[in-house]
């Protein structure tokens, strides 16, 4: 009997080490990823690791595969652990990747995760945790949890490379390799792991390894051309990061056209010789991707010949570029032309009349959608969001925090002073403003409230003098919810006017929008002509007050 109940306080000795055993295990800090597949089953030979990035720097630990098991610490140490020559230097970003044999890898979202320092501000005490295909979830520092992670089959998996027409592109050589980050100074891809290398086929095809994470794809040969839907940035870096969930991607290639820019720039009347006209590669991420394109001859003019799409600016400055003078996007120009650039001097200088003419290429003010108080009629409001349908570059809520900008050649169609094109010209402050999407989200556009003060020449519309009251409508705007950066776009060279602020304003008459549209507009400072458009002229700026506003009257 006495046996049998040293048996007993053996068994329930046993039983309480194992139970406290797997409680402190549980409790010491623990993600646990169960590994199952997509009937529920146990996935056998797991391997795991996570991958760490600061800033350009990398490092893989492999993570305690126990059984049916993923186990990932929580503890505040754990990237110390991990990382050793990283310990208290810098908060890492992590990411689990899962590979078994059989089954397509996975790997989660890129998140800070936990450490503990004397500023508080750069702790780290809650993890977000997101994988493919899963409900993300948050984990506190130093918690214990379990959660169910389903690997899934691979699938075949390809990408086709084709010109806008539908034409695939054949023999060109791509790259394939999982994308870790390019959190770094100059965003370049850090910690990469290699997939596969080809050629695509005669139907512009080439197959890739299939996985649950995003892609760098790199294409070699993508010169003189861009991939459509692609960031400036990924362009010209000729790659594409994405996930890959179609069983054949698509790529698109657009190839630009050539097009000859003569300008002749004059200061004062007279030419200026011998200065050098720079041009800064667009999406370039350093800052670093500029130089000199052309020098002006004794007639002050240079032209180039230049794919537009390469370059985000040709600028015209000072000596060594410490100054600008003239400054604009090439998209702006839609066909090859000559441009007449008469620069002038003033009492504000070449260089802060660009600066103010630059400031108002941005929006400045935003407007909340809830807090807004539309007073149009709902038909008309129908009606106007309409006519701003069909922006190129898709719906504007998929861009969140860019300034969508559209090209559009507007200075080709519209003079610097269109007094002929006009119904009003006012000088006229701005008393507020509404924004408003497109019915097709794909532009923004701005109503603004005017008050004028004083009309130049004789309005071709009636009702409009000093003291009244008009509204006059421009696309581009911000709008921003309460949370986020919001959304943003403009025409390209088109500037905001600002609340408060006074301009001389060119407007023309919409029958079916009910209201003005601003075709350009001015303001002043110290006298002399600042514009609120960016023309590739940069017309009339500089130009004293009064003489610019003899120019200015609607033709009788």
């Known amino acids: 009997m006495k046996a049998r109940s040293h048996s007993v306080v053996f068994l329930a000795g046993l039983f309480l080490f194992v139970v406290v055993a797997a409680s402190s295990r549980l409790s010491a800090g623990q993600l646990r990823l169960r590994l199952v597949d997509e009937k529920g089953q146990t996935v056998p030979r797991v391997q795991a690791e996570v991958l760490l990035t600061v800033w350009?720097?990398?490092?893989?630990?492999?993570?305690?595969?126990?059984?049916?098991?993923?186990?990932?610490s929580t503890d505040a140490?754990?990237?110390?652990?991990?990382?050793?020559?990283?310990a208290g230097q810098a908060w890492a970003e992590a990411q689990i990747l899962i590979k078994a044999p059989g089954y397509a890898p996975i790997k989660s979202d890129p998140a800070p995760w936990f450490r503990?320092?004397?500023?508080?501000?750069?702790?780290?005490?809650?993890?977000s945790v997101r994988f493919p295909r899963h409900e993300p979830f948050e984990i506190e520092i130093g918690e214990s949890i379990v959660r169910d992670l389903r690997l899934r089959r691979p699938q075949q998996r390809s990408i086709r490379v084709a010109s806008e027409d539908g034409r695939p592109i054949s023999g060109w050589p791509v790259e394939a390799l999982m994308f870790w980050s390019n959190e770094n100074h100059c965003g370049h891809p850090s910690g990469i792991d290699f997939l596969t290398k080809g050629f695509t086929?005669?139907?512009?095809?080439?197959?890739v390894p299939d996985g649950e994470f995003e892609y760098l794809l790199s294409f070699p040969e993508l010169r003189d051309a861009e991939i459509v839907g692609n960031s400036e940035y990924d362009n010209f870096r000729h790659q594409v990061i994405r996930r890959l969930e179609e069983p054949i991607v698509p790529i698109i290639i657009r190839r630009w056209q050539p097009v000859t820019i003569g300008l002749r720039f004059t200061m004062d009347g007279k030419p200026i010789a011998g200065q050098h006209l720079s041009g800064s590669v667009r999406g370039c991420p350093c800052g670093t991707c500029w130089g000199p394109l052309?020098?002006?001859?004794?007639h002050g003019t240079v032209k180039l010949e230049l794919h537009r799409e390469r370059f985000q600016s040709l600028t015209l400055g000072g000596p060594e570029y410490e100054k600008v003078f003239w400054e604009v996007d090439p998209l702006i120009f839609r066909t090859s032309q000559l441009v007449e650039v008469e620069l002038r001097t003033s009492p504000m200088g070449l260089q802060e009349i660009w600066k103010e003419a630059r400031s108002f290429s941005q929006p400045r003010d935003f407007a909340d959608p809830a807090r807004q108080?539309?007073?149009?009629?709902?038909s008309v409001r129908l009606i106007r969001n309409r006519h701003f349908n069909g922006g190129p570059a898709g719906k504007i809520l998929e861009h969140?925090?860019?300034?969508?900008?559209?090209?559009?050649?507007?200075?080709?169609?519209?003079?610097?002073i269109p007094g002929e094109a006009s119904d009003a010209v006012v000088l006229a402050s701005v008393d507020g403003f509404s924004t408003f999407l497109s019915e097709d989200h794909t532009r923004i556009y701005r109503e603004y409230s005017l008050i004028v003060r004083e009309t130049i020449g004789a309005p071709r519309r009636a009702g409009i003098a000093s003291g009244s009251a008009v509204t006059a409508i421009r696309a581009g705007g911000w709008l921003k919810w309460a949370e986020g950066p919001g959304l943003r776009f403009q025409i390209l060279g088109q500037g905001f006017p600002r609340?408060?602020?006074s301009y001389l304003l060119f407007l023309k008459w919409d029958p079916a929008l009910s209201a003005f549209t601003i075709l350009t507009a001015y303001s002043f400072l110290q006298d002399v002509v600042v514009p609120l458009d960016i023309r590739p002229d940069f017309a009339y700026a500089g130009m004293p007050k009064d003489s610019f506003l003899s120019l200015c009257k609607i033709p009788e």
Request: hydrophobic letters at 40%; aromatic letters at 6%; a negative charge.
């Open 400 to 416: 969140p925090s860019q300034l969508v900008v559209e090209p559009t050649g507007w200075p080709e169609t519209t003079a610097a």
């Open 116 to 127: 503990i320092v004397d500023r508080e501000a750069d702790c780290v005490r809650r993890a």
């Open 373 to 378: 108080n539309d007073q149009v009629d709902s």
């Open 77 to 86: 140490s754990a990237v110390d652990r991990w990382w050793p020559e990283l």
């Open 56 to 72: 350009g720097d990398t490092h893989r630990h492999p993570l305690v595969v126990e059984g049916e098991f993923v186990v990932v």
């Open 499 to 501: 609340l408060a602020e």
């Open 201 to 207: 086929d005669e139907n512009g095809a080439i197959q």
């Open 294 to 298: 052309g020098e002006t001859d004794a």
